[in-house]
T-cell receptor
């Protein structure tokens, strides 16, 4: 089983739609969780950290469910500029950061 | 501008060549990383240095040799590479104090002929 599993997509949604991604992980000792965003031919950039209590940053909401070992990302009111690959990332401690393969999102006008 | 700069942006080399990738961070971080990203695959962690000391070597072939002379600079020395080593090589840094948020450079797109 992969350490981090994501639906590769692509998700094709119209502008203004709400879209959600899930990610499951296998290492129950994982300590920190993140969502990164990667545009085509660019480097990954941190989007937000993910906490058990849930956290929100503008149109983006992230949630962690430790019992079921998954994290989620919700994007409301999608913009064309949200088109990218979203990477689920775990920090298992000792500087070992594990990336999922990513979920591709296309937002259409 | 991410504060992490990598050179060169693109590199084409033959299997018998020796080349080096360079990374420099201006964020005052203590940890630096090399990742490999192949097409349609997740980022693969190669090496980690924390306070100049190597803390992770993820079963990387010896034809890849890292060097970290100080907390701001990281090199990846390449020799006798194979065509399957063609990929995007990304450098990253983090504070090195837990809850490691990574800041990436733009990467070096490497092609091995």
């Amino acid at each position: 089983r992969k350490e981090v599993e994501q639906d590769p997509g692509p998700f094709n949604v119209p502008e203004g739609a709400t879209v959600a991604f899930n990610c499951t992980y296998s290492n129950s000792a994982s300590q920190s969780f993140f969502w990164y965003r990667q545009d085509c031919r660019k480097e990954p950039k941190l989007l937000m950290s993910v906490y058990s209590s849930g956290n929100e940053d503008g149109r983006f909401t992230a949630q962690l469910n430790r019992a079921s070992q998954y994290i989620s990302l919700l994007i409301r009111d999608s913009k064309l500029s949200d088109s990218a690959t979203y990477l689920c990332v775990l920090d298992t401690g000792g500087f070992k950061t594990i990336f999922g393969a990513g979920t591709r999102l296309f937002v259409k006008a | 501008e991410t504060g992490v700069t990598q050179t060169p942006r693109h590199l084409v080399m033959g299997m018998t060549n020796k080349k080096s990738l360079k990374c420099e961070q201006h964020l005052g971080h203590n940890a630096m990383y090399w990742y490999k990203q192949s097409a349609k695959k997740p980022l693969e962690l190669m090496f980690v240095y924390n306070f100049k000391e190597q803390t992770e070597n993820n079963s990387v072939p010896s034809r890849f040799s890292p060097e970290c002379p100080n907390s701001s600079h990281l090199f990846l020395h390449l020799h006798t590479l194979q065509p399957e080593d063609s990929a995007l090589y990304l450098c990253a840094s983090s504070q090195g104090q837990g809850d490691e948020k990574l800041f990436f450079g733009s990467g070096t797109q490497l092609s091995v002929l």
